[in-house]
């Protein structure tokens, strides 16, 4: 069974920075695609990041572009998003996706394509 793992979550004001890591021990980042999801309050869960491990290309929604970056550990099995130049409208509940194939391009946002899911980390941004 796959587990991943989110942390990194936290409090900031607007204009900062945090990184998030997606942690699954035993899923094969090296040959699948994996995702970072938000949920804000209301709100319906939207993709913001995917990495295709077939390759490492990144996918990001407009929302993020630009702001956020992918980068992945094969090694480390992890996953880690950064995130600058935060906004209030970036609070939200920040969920690691993974899929046991390749990402399903040009939509690679949509919920129901992985298989597997964290516990979510929180992240919230002040003005």
């Known amino acids: 069974q796959v587990q991943l793992e989110e942390s990194g979550g936290g409090s900031v004001q607007a204009g900062g920075s945090l990184t998030l890591a997606c942690v699954g021990p035993?899923?094969?980042?090296?040959?699948?695609?994996v995702a970072w999801f938000r949920q804000a309050p209301g709100k319906e869960r939207e993709g913001i990041a995917a990495i295709d491990a077939s390759e490492g290309r990144t996918y990001y929604a407009d929302s993020v572009k630009g702001r956020f970056t992918l980068s992945r550990d094969n090694v480390k099995k992890t996953l880690m998003l950064q995130m600058d130049s935060l906004n209030p409208e970036d609070t939200a509940m920040y969920y690691c996706?993974?899929?046991?194939?390749?990402?399903?391009?040009?939509?690679?946002?949509?919920?129901?394509?992985?298989?597997?899911w964290g516990q979510g980390t929180q992240v919230t941004v002040s003005s």
């Open positions: 035993t899923f094969k980042y090296s040959t699948n695609c």
């Open positions: 996706a993974a899929r046991g194939a390749w990402c399903r391009v040009p939509r690679w946002y949509l919920e129901h394509d992985y298989n597997y």
